[in-house]
């Protein structure tokens, strides 16, 4: 089926619950959301404190026990047994644009026998293994797609899933009825980290901070501003709004006397599941992550980076979250993450929703960019759904930008999930391609139009767009293949609009 897309462009016009005792507790309670407009939000779950137990434990029966969290052990669990040699295809080539990365020289990265372990056994039958090189950076290859520049394809997308006649507390986001709030110095140059206060009919308050772009933008259906809003920035005169009724953006734009500040610090946060099906991703990562940094810091002399890790499996794994807090030691940090293999799982779904409860809770800095990678191939238990979109919700109230790294096996449930997530905290999706012609099969997005270039360019210009508040383009020696009319991040349809069967 051919799908067919236009540019909808946003046009400007001025005009918190229950505490549960367990991880498997709350597995099994709804979340109560506050009532009344500007949508206050309800507590998160209390988890059960991640204990210090070893990690090499064998695994218990999937769901067949309370969940138990574990931090980083001291010492990295002894590796699993080899596993019998990967078959090679008699076509499994590296393409055109990706085997000279291949034959770069990882210099400076670090790559231990940890990032060239085989996960034990896969929790459930996954696609033939093909093309099988030495991990290092410069490999994978991926996309990206930003539902907020085309709201008009995301409403298409929500409709053709059909998801929320099955699941309950799926989450619903317009992205093309938007409020969005832009803050700047007299220069016209965007104020990062604004405090921008919107007070609805009711008495009810939402307090976000603005991006490093001088944004944020409000959902008027997830957030439920009602008919009139007012608006203030800074502390300074409210501004009275009146929200339209129908489909189109509305923009409030404030300018301040103070002068715009460079940002110059950077916390960033990986999420990653490490349930057996991701270990092709978790050992090229283990690599790509040195290029990202590296990068990031040539681009930006001086940054001030702290890091951190959630890793998590399922409920019943030999654990559930793993934290390493967010520190400025990217030694360390890369050791962690060199350490880890894929293992566990039983059954499709992960424990998405606790481990972006324990991102939540980190200690993010208050001026600084916040940006989480949430590389993961599966979505929540349906009945965590809930529980899922109150912690990006919350992550969204930290200033924390969400962007999913879609692995091989995503399928409608996961890639709804982490576009919803991406959109509402205005970031991107981001998903795995099978242009590298390494690793398991990827899934196709659910999208139109898009550029596929390497996995860490895309995230350093991802993260890169980010830290400078301005859209990065990939140049065109970076891109390996187009898909759709592509221009800027807006998808283009030819004359006749948008179809759909």
Known sequence: MRRFVSTLAVVAVLVQGPVVASAQDQAAKPIAEGRGLCSPLASLPRLAPETQEQQ???????????????????????????????PM??????????????????????VT?????????????????RYQPRPQSGLLTAGEHDDLLNPELYASYVRRSNLGQEIQGLPHLDTGRVLTVTV????????????????????????????????VTFFPEVDRLGSKVRVRVSGEAWRDVTIAPGRGGQRVDFTLSQQAQAVKKLDLMLVIDTTGSMG?????????????????????PG?????????????????????????????AAQGALSQQYASGGGDYPEAMEQALIRAA?????????????????????????????????????SRV???????????????????????????????????????????????????????????????????????????????????GQYDNGRCIIPPGGLQEQ
């Open 56 to 86: 090499n434990q064998v695994k218990p029966s999937p769901r067949s026990v309370a969940g138990k969290a574990s931090v980083y052990p001291s010492a990295p669990p002894p590796p699993p047994p080899p596993p019998p040699p990967a």
């Open 89 to 110: 295809m008699a076509d499994a080539a590296a393409p055109a644009g990706v085997a000279d990365a291949a034959s770069e020289s990882s210099s400076g990265e670090i």
């Open 113 to 129: 026998t940890a990032s060239r372990r085989e996960e034990p056994s896969m929790p459930y039958p996954g696609p033939p293994r």
């Open 184 to 215: 700047r110095d007299d220069a016209g140059r965007p104020i990062p980290f604004a405090r921008v206060e919107l007070a609805c009919a009711d008495g009810n308050r939402l307090i976000l901070s603005s991006l490093a772009d001088g944004t």
């Open 280 to 300: 092709d991703e978790i050992r090229y990562l283990q690599s790509e992550l040195a290029s990202i940094m590296r990068s990031l810091r040539q681009r930006h």
């Open 303 to 331: 940054l001030d980076l702290k890091i951190g890790f959630v890793f998590y499996k399922d409920v019943g794994d030999n654990y559930v979250t793993s934290t390493v807090p967010l520190n400025g030691d990217f030694n």
């Open 361 to 397: 809770e980190q200690q993010w800095r208050a001026d600084a960019v916040h940006t989480m990678l949430l590389v993961a191939d599966a979505p929540p238990h349906d009945e965590n759904f809930g529980t899922t979109w109150l912690a990006a919700r919350h992550l969204r109230a």
């Open 401 to 483: 930008q969400i962007v999913p790294v879609a692995a091989s096996g995503v399928a409608d449930k996961a890639e709804y999930a982490m576009r919803a997530m991406a959109a509402l905290t205005q970031s991107r999706y981001t998903f795995l391609t099978d242009d590298s012609g390494i690793g398991n099969a990827h899934a196709a997005p659910a999208i139109d139009c898009y550029l596929v270039t390497r996995l860490d360019a895309l995230l350093r210009r991802v993260i890169d767009s980010q830290l400078s508040g301005r859209r990065i383009e990939p140049e065109q020696q970076e891109v390996i293949r187009s898909v």
